[in-house]
């Protein structure tokens, strides 16, 4: 089984750079995909919008698929249980991590999801999801609060996606857009849950994205990077780690 954990893409290519080499060495079929919005309120969004991008970068590495589907809430549970068990790659997209949860359980497909033993992939809320726990600290106006949950635990890793900043060492403080990242509050978040990984997938001037992730490959974690995207790990007994650099999408 494959498992990878994303921040995000770089848009105008997401599966460039090998990533979708290794989608294809790894794909057991390609008879269908399953789509995973982030929560009720990206439905509609992904189904016009992200979904046909998705298919189409897909396709631009040579994957196509014969069938796409996409998890709605209006689903019977044992149609979206069906959906995932016949996936032969499924896709936990972004959004609202505690939100995508819901609808997941709702649909009774948390249990599908964890025993699921294909190709698996998660970006930002869906990389969240997959974590051992789902951290959010304080960081904007939709996120005011720490909020810490159950994830499915997949890997016994957790990820913090979207921490984009370009310097080799975390700075203690990092304002970003609206939202301001202290290092002392996600030092302190490991202290009580345990160390997990800051994902980057900053964009820079020149257009290109910093895309970072993490793949775990029948329990075997690798990390891997595209332009400048780094991983960091937090942990409770050292400072923040920078565990990656530049590496011209190559497995380190």
């Not at 044992?78 to 499924?90: E, L, V």
């Amino acid at each position: 089984m494959t498992r990878y954990y994303c921040s995000g893409f770089d848009v105008n290519d997401c599966f460039g750079h090998g990533l979708g080499q290794m989608f294809k060495s790894e794909l057991a079929n390609t008879n269908s995909i399953v789509f995973i919005p982030g929560g009720v309120s990206r439905v509609e969004k992904s189904k016009s919008k992200y979904v046909p991008l998705f298919l189409k970068h897909f396709k631009n590495v040579g994957i196509e698929f014969q069938d796409a589907h996409l998890i709605t809430p209006d689903l019977s549970s044992d149609t979206a249980k069906q959906m995932i068990k016949n996936a032969g790659f499924i896709m936990l997209m972004g959004g609202d991590p505690f939100s995508q949860k819901e609808m997941c359980a709702k649909l009774g497909i948390l249990d599908e999801l964890k025993n699921y033993n294909g190709t698996i992939l998660g970006f930002s809320a869906g990389a969240m999801l997959m974590s051992k726990y789902i951290i959010v600290t304080p960081c904007s106006n939709e996120y005011p609060d720490f909020r810490i949950e159950d994830g499915l635990n997949l890997d016994d890793i957790s990820i913090y996606p979207h921490n984009n900043t370009s310097s080799e060492v975390y700075p203690d403080e990092l304002i970003s857009g609206d939202e301001t990242y202290k290092k002392s509050d996600l030092l302190q978040v490991a202290k009580q849950y345990g160390k997990f990984y800051l994902l980057q997938d900053n964009v820079n001037a020149n257009g290109k994205t910093d895309v970072s992730v993490i793949k775990s490959h029948n329990g075997r974690i690798e990390f891997y990077t595209e332009n400048n995207g780094k991983i960091w790990l937090v942990d409770k007994s050292v400072d923040l780690v920078s565990l990656s650099k530049n590496t011209d999408a190559k497995l380190i």
